[in-house]
């Protein structure tokens, strides 16, 4: 089957007439057709430089793109077959919403009775009933960027691109169009590059996910492979709450020199001195407990002098928290020990 989105080793440089940055340093990726695929990373990662080589917004310094198997690697934006939503949404605001999301069409010489009736139906699509009529600045923000959706969708793109189109909304409204937004793609069936920071957002919509380090990528894989086998610290780190093993104090567990264990792993021993307490795998205090609804993230300062571990301890209606001081055992399955890397190389991701 033929990628809907193909880079080939891209880079991209920035220069100046003092620096040159390295936005993004060779990125190789594949995404198939109707995939939800995510680059993931923190602030100043590459992402948006990604993102915009394959709008064609900015050209890569070296590397191909390739679109459904064309090479589009120096074609302008509206030579591609792809569409942008972009992270402040640009909504024209001295037009409606009905002839903002009906703009490309009428770029295209599309009559105006055809226009309004697909902007209409698309209006429809997205769930924004009556508000056809509204400039921009009468909407709220989960409305504007459901215009801004819609309008990108009314071409007919064969991949939508989105760069941290939730960003600015409010955590529940963002939860809220984060379900809308997946259904609306798996309904659509075309393919999503979506942009965020946000490692919750990214595990809970895609496909697959590419985690960004300084303008490479660390490691592509799906939500559950990247949360239980991250390649390297830098994804474990990243992704979720990791303890990370080293040196001596991996090697005591496993046989990698660096490991990572997830703080659910580990099960939470009450007791000064219980029988079963024999084959527990560390032995500690309690130094931190924090409270997160469902779970209270303890920190437990090792007996012997390693660094202090993170456990998940479930909360249920009977259950107290562990006491600051308390004394505890900490027990976790030879499986729930993961080697990992310190850094990638690219060599490593082109190994299936
Ligand atoms: P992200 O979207 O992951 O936050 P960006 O792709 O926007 O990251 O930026 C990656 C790096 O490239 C950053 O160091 C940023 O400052 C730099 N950069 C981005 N765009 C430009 C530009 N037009 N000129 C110079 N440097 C840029
Ligand atoms: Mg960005």
């Given at each position: 089957?033929?990628?809907?989105?193909?880079?080939?080793?891209?880079?991209?440089?920035?220069?100046s007439?003092?620096?040159?940055?390295?936005?993004v340093?060779?990125?190789?990726?594949?995404?198939?057709?109707?995939?939800?695929?995510?680059?993931?990373?923190?602030?100043?990662?590459?992402?948006?430089?990604?993102?915009?080589?394959?709008?064609?917004?900015?050209?890569?310094?070296?590397?191909?793109?390739?679109?459904?198997?064309?090479?589009?690697?120096?074609?302008?934006?509206?030579?591609?077959?792809?569409?942008?939503?972009?992270?402040?949404?640009?909504?024209?605001?001295?037009?409606?919403?009905?002839?903002?999301?009906?703009y490309?069409?009428?770029?295209?010489?599309?009559?105006?009775?055809?226009?309004?009736?697909?902007a209409h139906?698309l209006?429809?699509?997205?769930?924004?009933?009556?508000?056809?009529?509204?400039?921009?600045?009468?909407?709220?923000?989960?409305?504007?960027?459901?215009?801004?959706?819609?309008?990108?969708?009314?071409?007919?793109?064969?991949?939508?691109l989105?760069?941290?189109?939730?960003?600015?909304?409010?955590?529940?409204?963002?939860?809220?169009?984060?379900?809308?937004?997946?259904?609306?793609?798996?309904?659509?069936?075309?393919?999503?590059?979506?942009?965020?920071?946000?490692?919750?957002?990214?595990?809970?919509?895609?496909d697959?996910?590419?985690?960004?380090?300084k303008?490479?990528?660390?490691?592509?894989?799906?939500?559950?492979?990247?949360?239980?086998?991250?390649?390297?610290?830098?994804?474990a780190?990243f992704?979720?709450?990791?303890?990370?093993?080293q040196?001596?104090?991996?090697l005591?567990y496993?046989?990698?020199?660096?490991?990572?264990?997830?703080?659910?792993?580990?099960?939470?021993?009450?007791?000064?001195?219980?029988?079963?307490?024999a084959?527990?795998?560390?032995?500690?205090?309690?130094?931190?407990v924090?409270?997160?609804?469902?779970?209270?993230?303890?920190?437990?300062?090792?007996?012997?002098?390693?660094?202090?571990?993170?456990?998940d301890?479930?909360?249920?209606a009977?259950?107290?928290a562990?006491?600051?001081?308390?004394?505890?055992?900490?027990?976790?399955?030879?499986?729930?020990?993961?080697?990992?890397?310190?850094?990638?190389?690219?060599?490593?991701?082109?190994?299936?």
């Amino acid at each position: 089957m033929t990628a809907s989105v193909s880079l080939r080793e891209v880079s991209c440089v920035f220069r100046s007439a003092d620096k040159s940055v390295q936005a993004v340093d060779r990125v190789s990726l594949e995404v198939e057709p109707g995939e939800f695929f995510t680059l993931l990373g923190p602030s100043g990662s590459g992402k948006t430089t990604c993102l915009r080589m394959i709008g064609g917004f900015t050209l890569p310094t070296s590397g191909q793109i390739a679109i459904h198997g064309a090479d589009v690697s120096q074609h302008p934006p509206y030579a591609r077959p792809v569409n942008t939503v972009f992270q402040d949404y640009a909504l024209f605001p001295h037009m409606s919403v009905l002839d903002n999301v009906a703009y490309s069409l009428m770029v295209r010489g599309v009559n105006r009775a055809t226009r309004e009736r697909r902007a209409h139906a698309l209006l429809e699509t997205v769930q924004l009933p009556d508000v056809a009529q509204r400039k921009p600045v009468q909407l709220s923000g989960g409305q504007r960027q459901r215009v801004a959706l819609a309008r990108a969708l009314i071409s007919e793109p064969k991949v939508l691109l989105l760069d941290e189109p939730l960003g600015a909304l409010d955590l529940k409204l963002r939860e809220q169009m984060q379900s809308e937004l997946k259904s609306l793609q798996r309904q659509l069936g075309i393919t999503f590059i979506f942009v965020t920071h946000d490692q919750h957002e990214a595990l809970s919509m895609s496909d697959r996910i590419g985690v960004f380090n300084k303008g490479r990528l660390e490691q592509i894989a799906t939500p559950t492979d990247l949360y239980h086998r991250p390649a390297t610290r830098f994804v474990a780190e990243f992704v979720g709450a990791a303890n990370v093993l080293q040196g001596q104090d991996a090697l005591q567990y496993g046989s990698a020199p660096t490991s990572m264990i997830r703080p659910e792993q580990i099960r939470l021993q009450l007791g000064a001195t219980p029988a079963s307490a024999a084959s527990a795998r560390a032995h500690g205090s309690v130094r931190e407990v924090q409270f997160f609804g469902s779970f209270w993230r303890v920190s437990v300062q090792r007996s012997h002098g390693f660094s202090p571990l993170l456990v998940d301890v479930p909360v249920t209606a009977a259950s107290q928290a562990p006491g600051l001081g308390e004394v505890v055992h900490l027990h976790w399955d030879d499986a729930a020990v993961h080697p990992i890397k310190d850094s990638a190389t690219a060599d490593d991701l082109l190994a299936p």
